[in-house]
């Protein structure tokens, strides 16, 4: 090997500390911050939800199962997610009956219309996880933020409580928690999905109207979800990319 | 659930922002109103408003430095405040209000300010004993220059800091503006015009403030009104008001012949929850009474005391239904749901953080500033009495 003790050093040098920065690199990635999973890489998914109106029977266990998971104060006007119930004259769409009493809670009794020329739907809601959120622009502290795998969270050690994210929001997805004073919204579950499992919303629907959806994953059933339906997002016009997507979506609904 | 009707979404019961954040956009706004006052004698030489030009300027000091404090008590974490300043997110628009009013505070407004009162700053130091002594030499930062080349560069410097300071006033209640309208989710807050609808109303209600507490101040000081003075700023009202008016006239007009998805509910809210703060104290005894009687004396010669009676009277209403405008946009902005289906109700509470009690407190305060100030650096004439008596022989 025609090498000089120079250049031995010197690459070996080299090597050392590349290696050594590569080490505490490697050591920040594993740490795994903001999931503590080994195995769970955020830049490899980009998550969502689909949900299929036509099953929802507005039993309200998601919202019982959200509340109690993620610790959601038992207010009547404090939810992460929430079901609506819609009854609609055909001939006129602008003026759709709505209630969501308790959220949904304590679940819908009245699950059908007597009258044969209005129709009765659930819409469950959550937050849309907008690939452009008006929220996430408005925060003066950069305290609600976009994961690397498309969720939008809040830092609530870091969140002001100046409640601009909750005017900026135009699906009214966010309240302010007076425990903390500071926000609190859909968390898509992060804590379960970067752990492999699904959302406490999903896992408890019985009728598999909500799924959760990764939308990097080509095996991902959204995907023949979003191809084979027609499919539809709550406000298009607001254009925030959310990615809740809604098979069978009525024009009434808001 | 009590005082909603229709549908809203759940999480709407409650209002965000309550009659704290009405104060903020109209205490900004009497800052850059009474700033951009001040401006006309300084840059564009109109003499006759001359005896309010140093009270328009430490009006403007005393509001501005109340101006955070509404929005400083309504955050759930005030302590975290300072971080829009260390951690601000750029792409936020209320991320930059920190800078804006820092700009405007400390650069645009102090110094000015320093640099108009300096002689008067550094003969007082000379002439004092005592705590004021060692107070108004720190006032002077310790350097009693005075010469006349000392004072003609002061003059200069404070000159092209007017010149900075107008687009500064402007663009500190344009950016108050767009904080609302630039939110999307809001019809009521969502249109370009904000930013200048903002603005002008800032002008109207800086320059009926300044004319009222001129009226005040000559009361008090049991010295005659300057009528010239007066006439001027009121002329100036009435023109800035009619812009203002047009203006929303013409955000109305708009939104009546779009009558986009949001105009029934918008349309039912005017005309029920905010009839009286809207269309009753706002428009009617807010706008078009003020302006009846500004146009009327732009019209017709009254004499003196009548004409004082009629400014004061325009700028009372004036201020109220700038008041009433800020309430409106604020608080009306969030008594509709966003599904366009049904309605909330604010609650206004007394002694709590955001209650009624603390925007007393906080209306009352920049008076209780100015005083001080005032008492600090008088600012009429250099003690041989009124500038404006000077300016009228």
Redesign the interface.
Known sequence: MDQDRRTFLGQTGKLLVLTASAAIAWEHVLAGRPEDAPNYRSTDHWWGMSIDIEKCIGCGTCVRACKTENDVLREEYMFRTWVERYVVDPADLDHPQVDSRNGGYDGFHEREVLDPNLKMFFVPKLCNHCTHSPCVQVCPVGATFESPDGVVLVDKSYCLGCRYCVQACPYGCRFIDPRTETVDKCTLCYHRITRGLTTACSETCPTGTRVLADLKDPKDPIHAFLRENMVQVLKPQMATGSRVFYNGLDGSVR | ?PGVEG????????L??SVLIVLYPFITGLVAGAFILASLERVFNVEAVKPTYRLALLTALAFLLVAPLP?QL?????E??L??YL???T?????M?GFVYLWYLMVVLVLEIWLDYRRDIVLKWRASTGLSKHLYGAMALWSDNISESALKLDDRIGRALTVIGIPSAFLLHGYVGF?FGS????PWWSTPLMPIVFLFSAIVSGIACILLLYFVTCWLRRVPVDMACVDTIAKYLYYAFLVDFSLEMLDLIHRLYEADESFRALDFMVKTRLFTSQIVLQIILGTLVPLVLLGLSQLVTFREKTRRVLYVLAGSLTMIGIFAMRWNVVIGG?LF?????GYTTFKMEFATREGLLPAIVLMILPFVILWALIRLLPPWGHGEGDRGSRARE
């Not at chain 2, 549908?7 to 409650?14: A, C, G, K, M, T």
């Not at chain 2, 749901?337 to 289906?341: C, E, P, Q, R, V």
């Open positions: 659930m549908f809203i979404y759940p999480n709407e019961l409650e965000q922002w929005l309504h955050l759930g974490h005030p975290r405040s971080e829009m951690t601000p997110h792409q936020s628009a209320m991320a209000f904080i939110i999307k989710a809001n969030q749901s966003k599904s366009f289906l």
